[in-house]
């Protein structure tokens, strides 16, 4: 199961209420979920991926947002389980790759990549899939990838250029899930955007008034987290854990009881 971008406080409520009755119905082998914007909608902390993590998210991805506070920068460096995108140039704090571990003891290799289409100017996310997949595939048949970034196109292009290398690519950072999950010719499951873990009442997750202010008259204003109308998304994939081929890819969306809470 792969768990769209967590938005807040919203987004953790949702994961830690309907996470271990997801993991049990649809009987989840490993759990990813991209957690970048857990802290208060940018960013996250050492205490909030350990909260994540023991709830039963095996590994946490992220994205542009990662730097977004200090204390989580030297504690990349400690906990295995969250990674940054790997195509950050080389002395990056952290890692954007690893070889994990299912329930049932199968490997399974993540990558995290970021795009730069409408994005920082970063290595090349598709010569750097390539080389890190090499790396991953000598010891895990099964290999997911996050890819964070913003144009359409660019994910896309990246799910082409993978199909058959990986076992899926997930697109992340838009917060708004597309409907074109698939399953490529070559056994790669793709889709261009999972979605978000939070308050679907909103912009992105981010208050509808605050949002709607910014672009009637174009002045910043910090971006206050939403708090209704929460959704845990993301999608289920069926992995073939002999030759890494994707079966199937299920997109999921599963309310939380409406109600308000703070960041």
């Known amino acids: 199961m792969f768990i769209g971008d967590i938005v807040g406080k919203a987004g953790r409520k949702a994961l830690l209420t309907l996470l271990e009755g997801l993991i049990e119905r ?35 991805t992220s994205g542009n947002h990662i730097w977004a506070k200090k204390e989580i920068i030297p504690f ?33 290799g993540v990558l995290n990549l970021e795009g730069r289409v409408f994005m920082k100017t970063l290595d090349c996310p598709f010569t750097r899939a390539e080389k ?28 082409w250029f ?10 992340t950072h838009t917060h708004v899930q597309t409907s074109d999950e698939r399953v490529l010719p070559g056994g790669t499951a793709y889709i261009t955007d999972v979605g978000m873990t939070g308050p679907i009442g909103s912009v992105i997750g981010i208050k509808r ?32 854990a002999h030759d890494g081929r994707s079966e199937s890819i299920r997109r999921l969306k599963v309310p939380l009881d409406d109600e308000r809470i703070g960041r």
């Open 26 to 60: 649809e009987g989840i082998d490993f759990t990813i979920a991209n957690g970048e914007n857990a802290a208060g909608g940018i960013g996250i902390t050492p205490i909030i991926s350990r909260e994540i993590l023991e709830k039963g998210v095996d590994v946490i």
């Open 76 to 108: 990349l460096d400690v906990e295995e389980r969250i990674l940054r995108p790997a195509n950050y140039p080389d002395g990056a704090p952290g890692r954007g790759s690893g070889i994990f571990a299912t329930r049932k003891g199968e490997k399974i």
């Open 132 to 159: 890190e997949l090499t790396e991953l595939k000598r010891k895990a048949h099964c290999t997911v990838v996050d890819f964070h970034a913003e144009a359409t196109s660019e994910k896309m292009a990246l799910g």
């Open 162 to 171: 993978l199909d058959g290398k990986a076992s899926a690519v997930l697109g």
């Open 209 to 240: 008034e605050v949002a709607i202010e910014r672009f009637l008259t174009q002045m910043p204003r910090k971006f206050d987290v939403a708090s209704r109308e929460i959704e845990l998304q993301g999608v289920i994939l069926e992995i073939n």
